[in-house]
């Protein structure tokens, strides 16, 4: 409950010449406001990898002992980074550009006027005019309240809003729940309180996300098999094998750079700065990239009815005065009027009343009680013409009135139609006590008509294609909210659930979370419990909402989403923030995490199927002592043709499956089995060949052309089983890719470039039956395993 607090002369603030006066002596609150990583810091963190370094030496060592065709890995590396830098630079200025668009102006008074300026403009000892939802950008000292409440749990975690008396201090990232008021920037700049929390923070990370952490892991498994195998290969190749050391240094280079999935990491970068492009050409901000990730694993989403279902206007359709209410309909108008008049920052609801009842000349506002989402009314004290005076109360009927009164039931059927209804009532107490709404007398009622979003229906139908649960949330009367819903034929819309009688223990709140659909008079801090709730039941809950009411459900949420019209707070910590307010955007950005995630986890796949044979590989021709049947080129090609080029395409492709968790197990489930056949059937190729053309000159030619074969055409195989399924363009990409190979081995001088040369009939079509054998035992395997670990 907040004091009203008299109106008074409002401050002038700084004047121009004072202002300049400050910038010159740099007291201006210069935090650079990152979107984005710098192009710097894109550069380095592409360039300089873990495994670019690897490759790079091994690259450095090829270029030594040559041929150059043998370092064709290196080529492949330079271009993927140069990719990755690319996409993700455009993937910047889009995000640079919205975020421009998007910033919100605080307003300052300066020279006795308000002027809106950038968070970067304002100066020490600037007036910074605050109002509902407003985010107090600097630190400061209130100089002006009107019933103001700010809430600061955003920087103390304590949920309860502060009223703010002048004199008070204002810490810069809290934001108004309540009331308007004015403050003085004491600090500004790096020594204001949430610069310094945000010194080291940026908004654009690719950290804290399972996608990357599975990853992460992996290649941290992989990094600490290389150095024994390594070694092992070029003891094998040049003390067992009696290589020269140009040769074993070769081999033991082709059996090293495939175990490396580098093209991952760079294909998760560049997808998810496609991602961002994607949704920026909507008009959708993404202010931390695991947004898009944590979009694909949603399966409930939580809607504000206001500003998502229906539109932010309304308009007065009825005003109905209550018997016994000893007044007639002129003299209600006026008092409305003169409500309207009192708030300096309506909301929508009083804006309908604003411009429906727009005179309310003759009356002074003498105090005024702001709306708050927590008691669900406003209130003001008012004189009127004459002897005429009184505390007005406007808000929630069943808030208002005691339970059983008369009017509840008109109220009700109002309701059912889908509309909201305020209560107009004279109050027998002073605004400022804590009772005030208690014994208050009803006057009349104020039906308002809500405008339905018209691309709402289609919206929450996409939802239910896509088994994501959608339920709507509002402080509102539960029965308008749930006919609002019916409208847009909400499942469960026809059993609307009272927020004030849902349980307060989590699990039982959760119970019935599960069961419904709509929930009405639902305070900021149940939506917040009630996101909680869901996540206890192992739900990816998205929160939407536009009001100050919705931040800290917003914050506790998996994934935030703003409206672009919404108040600054909610904005802050959204991580999606719709910039055209349009809730039909939402299925296209999660359409678009569930591409990218289910994507990635589907090409990981190909990578790691490498590795595992690669290492399988080395560790057969260690434990076998036979020459290393490849040299750099051969596993060059074959991972350009079965991995690089299709994975890039399919990682580029429409994905609607909803991500699941446990992507290192999700993925490695395949890639072993897959790994350990393709490995098996390439070294039992070799071990053939080596039988058949021993003795032959150029037999180690002759016998790396056919496991290569082997390899290629297992590998192709792979490829086809996660092309699935198939479309005409996932058929030709399979298609061309077996094209590309049977080029080079047509081509005479691609033969001599990249070495390979079938040699007589037998061996190559042996070769061929032992990939097709392997083909069979890879259904059977990928039967097996989404049998026994279903997805």
């Known amino acids: 409950m907040s004091d009203p607090v008299h109106t008074r002369t409002p401050a002038p603030g700084l004047t121009a010449r004072e202002v300049a006066e400050r910038v010159a002596r740099g007291e201006v ?55 990755g830098i690319f996409q993700e630079l455009r993937a910047k200025k889009t995000l640079d550009s919205l975020a421009l668009i998007g910033e919100v102006r605080p307003t300052v008074r300066r020279d006795g006027a308000p002027v809106a300026v950038h968070t970067g403009q304002i100066v020490l000892g600037d ?129 090293i ?114 709306f708050s989402s927590a008691r669900k009314y406003s209130g003001a004290a008012l004189d009127g013409p004459g002897a005429e005076s009184g505390n007005w109360l406007l808000g929630a009927p069943d808030v208002l009135l005691p339970e059983g009164d008369t009017a509840l039931t008109e109220i009700e059927q ?23 709404a208690q014994g208050a007398h009803p006057t009349a009622l104020v039906v308002l008509e809500q405008r339905l979003r018209s691309d709402a229906a289609d919206t929450l139908r996409y939802f239910a294609e896509q ?11 539960a029965v308008s909210v749930g006919a609002v819903a019916a409208k847009l034929a909400l499942p469960g819309a026809d059993a609307p659930v009272d927020a004030r009688r849902l349980p307060a223990e989590r699990e039982a709140m959760a119970e019935v979370l599960d069961r419904g659909a709509v929930f009405g008079r639902v305070t900021p801090q149940q939506k917040r419990d009630m996101v909680g709730a869901l996540q206890s039941r192992g739900h990816t809950v998205a929160m939407t909402g536009d009001g100050v009411n919705d931040v800290l459900a917003l914050k506790d949420a998996d994934i935030g989403v703003s409206m672009g019209s919404g108040s600054e707070a909610t904005r802050a910590v959204a991580q999606i923030v719709l910039l055209n307010n349009s809730f ?31 290492v399988l590989l080395a560790i057969l021709v260690v434990c076998t002592r036979v020459p290393y049947p490849f040299l750099p ?79 290629f055409l297992v590998s192709l195989w792979v490829l086809a089983i996660i092309a699935r399924p198939y479309t005409w363009w996932r058929v030709a990409l399979v298609l061309a890719m077996g094209a590309g190979f049977l080029i080079v081995l047509l081509t005479p001088w691609l033969q001599r470039f990249f070495a390979l040369r079938l040699v007589g009939d037998t061996m190559p079509w042996a070769a061929v039956g032992i990939a097709v054998a392997a083909a069979g ?15």
């Open 467 to 477: 088994n994501v649960a959608a339920k709507v949330i509002s402080g509102d009367n």
């Open 584 to 614: 039909a955007t939402l299925p296209s950005v999660v359409a678009e995490g569930r591409r990218v995630i289910g994507n990635i986890t589907r090409v990981a796949t190909l990578f790691l199927t490498k590795t595992v044979y690669s």
């Open 127 to 255: 007036l910074i005019e605050l109002g509902p939802g407003d985010k107090c950008v600097v630190d400061g000292e209130v100089a002006e309240a009107d019933g103001l409440e700010i809430d600061e749990s955003l920087l103390t975690g304590e949920a309860d809003p502060v009223l703010k008396r002048p004199g008070d201090p204002v810490m810069s990232g809290s934001f108004v729940v309540a009331g308007n008021g004015a403050f003085t920037a004491t600090k500004v700049g790096r020594q204001a309180y949430a610069a310094q929390l945000a010194e080291e923070a940026s908004r654009f990370t690719l950290v804290h996300s399972e996608l990357r952490t599975g990853i992460s892991q992996i290649l941290k498994f992989v990094t600490w098999m290389m150095v024994p195998a390594a070694l092992g290969l070029i003891i094998s190749q040049l003390v067992v094998q009696g290589h020269d050391w140009r040769e074993a240094v070769r081999r033991m280079v082709a059996g």
């Open 777 to 791: 035992v890879l259904e059977l395997a990928w039967r097996w395993v989404s049998r026994r670990w279903p997805a």
């Open 633 to 711: 080129r051969h596993l060059t090609l074959l991972s350009t043709l079965t991995i690089g080029v299709p994975a890039f395409f399919l990682a580029l492709a429409p994905n609607k499956e909803r991500a699941k968790p446990h992507f290192v197990r999700r993925v490695m489930r395949y890639a072993i089995p897959s790994g350990l056949i393709a490995g098996t059937a390439t070294f039992v190729a070799y071990v053939l060949a080596r039988a058949h053309y021993a003795g032959q000159d150029g037999a180690l030619a002759a016998e790396t052309s056919a496991a290569t074969l082997t390899l």
């Open 414 to 436: 109002l309701n059912a139609q889908g509309l909201r209804v305020l209560l107009l009532a004279r109050a027998a107490r002073e605004l400022d006590d804590p009772q005030v």
């Open 257 to 370: 750079v495939p175990m490396v999935p580098e093209g991952l990491v760079l294909l998760t970068s560049v997808a998810f700065a496609i991602g961002v492009i994607r949704l920026g050409r909507q008009q959708c901000l993404v202010q931390e990239l695991p947004a898009i990730e944590g979009l694909a694993r949603v399966d409930t989403v939580c809607l504000d009815k206001t500003g998502t279902l229906t539109e932010g206007g309304m308009d007065v359709s009825e005003l109905r005065v209550l018997p016994g209410a000893r007044a007639d309909e002129t003299y209600v108008r006026q008092v409305l009027g003169a409500l309207g008049e009192s708030d300096p920052r309506p909301n929508a609801s009083l804006q309908a009343i604003i411009d429906a009842y727009p005179d309310g000349s003759g009356w002074r506002c003498t105090a005024a009680l702001p």
């Open 29 to 83: 609150n210069d935090v650079p406001v990152r979107s984005s990583r710098s192009t710097a810091d894109i550069v380095r963190a592409n360039v300089f990898t873990r495994f670019n370094a690897i490759i790079g030496v091994l690259f450095l060592i090829i270029l030594v002992v040559g041929p150059i065709q043998d370092g064709l890995f290196g080529f492949v590396i330079v271009a993927n980074t140069a990719i």
